[in-house]
């Protein structure tokens, strides 16, 4: 799937929709920011590279679990024969353990869905004003398992194609990225439908989305020089929208039939129930119809934002 869409304009809305519940997206992400920088070993991650923070994020996790066994080595090296040594090298090596698991626990059990409840957020701002409380989304879904077990399979399987070296891991991380965002929209959604969904979404978008995540790092370097007081108060809520924004625009623009979602009774968005039907988003009556947002009297339309009288038409920006 090849789907045209323009960097400025996501940032210009991302923008808008950061402005108009501008403390609520301020605290998201800084929640999002603590969880990411606690998956990815430190947020100086962030700031050296925010194009490959996710797949730090998600890889960085298993190694944790991975290089255990050699910390513990490292560990019982340097124990000597004395008690004393012995009794430091055990109790080192317990504390080591109990990190770990506690690192492991708030990722999976916590971190992963704070992740998507925070991708929900940003996804209701497009069109409403939530509160913070949709950070907890997931954890009130009714299909808290569900959410535990397709993001652990996505920090696996990124983790798997890491070790061929960094790039697949990058490479997959990117097509990837859609399945918290789909997973905030449709809990219950089943592993192989949320990753089949994420990788035709980001068929052809990976290199221009990695572009997207290049051109943030001016802001990023500011950020950084501020000792993050930018990155809180202004770039990360902007990064975090603009990513939601193409989420956005990727996803009303997926084919699909029937009378909701993917398939014929799927998950509500592209058939003739969900958002491409008369009674819904997209649909003629919907975002996309006559009188809404992408019809010929909305965004895309002739009195729109981005039709000929609107916003990117002859006579907009």
């Known amino acids: 799937m090849t789907t045209n869409w323009v960097r400025s304009d996501l940032k210009w809305r991302a923008k808008d929709a950061v402005r108009k519940n501008y403390w609520a997206a301020v605290i998201v992400s800084l929640i999002l920011a603590i969880v990411v920088a606690t998956g990815s070993g430190g947020a ?26 050699g910390r513990i080595s490292d560990v019982w090296g340097q124990v000597t024969r004395s008690p004393w040594g012995f009794a430091v090298a055990v109790l080192g090596t317990g504390m080591l353990i109990i990190f770990v698991f506690l690192a492991l626990f708030f990722h999976y059990f916590i971190g992963n869905l704070l992740e998507v409840g925070a991708r929900r957020f940003y996804i209701e701002n497009l069109y409403s004003r939530p509160g913070v409380g949709s950070i907890l989304s997931a954890f009130r879904s009714g299909y808290y398992w569900n959410v535990v077990k397709v993001m652990f399979f996505r920090d696996l399987f990124v983790f798997l194609w890491s070790l061929l070296f960094v790039i697949p891991g990058i490479v997959k991380s990117y097509e990837y990225r ?7 929209e449709y809990p219950d959604m089943s592993r192989q439908e949320a990753f089949d969904r994420s990788k035709e979404m ?46 956005d625009v990727l996803s009303r623009r997926m084919q699909g039939g029937g009378n909701s979602g993917y398939g014929s009774d799927g998950y509500g968005g592209y058939g003739t129930g969900g958002y491409g039907s008369q009674d819904s988003g997209y649909g ?23 039709g000929p009288n609107g916003g990117n038409g002859p006579e907009g920006y």
């Not at 859609?178 to 905030?184: E, T």
């Not at 003629?284 to 934002?305: A, E, H, I, K, R």
Request: charged share 10%; hydrophobic share 35%; net charge negative.
């Open 44 to 69: 100086s991650n962030e700031a050296a590279s925010h194009a490959t923070r996710d797949y730090q994020y998600q890889s960085q996790t298993f190694q944790y679990g991975a290089s255990l066994g």
């Open 178 to 184: 859609m399945i918290p965002y789909l997973l905030a």
């Open 202 to 247: 980001m068929s052809g978008q990976k290199w221009d989305t990695f572009v997207l995540d290049l051109s943030f790092i001016p802001w990023l370097f500011l950020s950084a020089v501020t000792f993050r007081i930018v990155g809180v108060f202004y770039v990360n809520p902007y990064i975090d929208a603009t990513r939601s924004e193409l989420y």
């Open 284 to 306: 003629p009556g919907g975002y996309g119809g006559p009188n809404n947002g992408y019809g010929p009297n909305g965004y895309d339309g002739q009195n729109g934002s981005y």
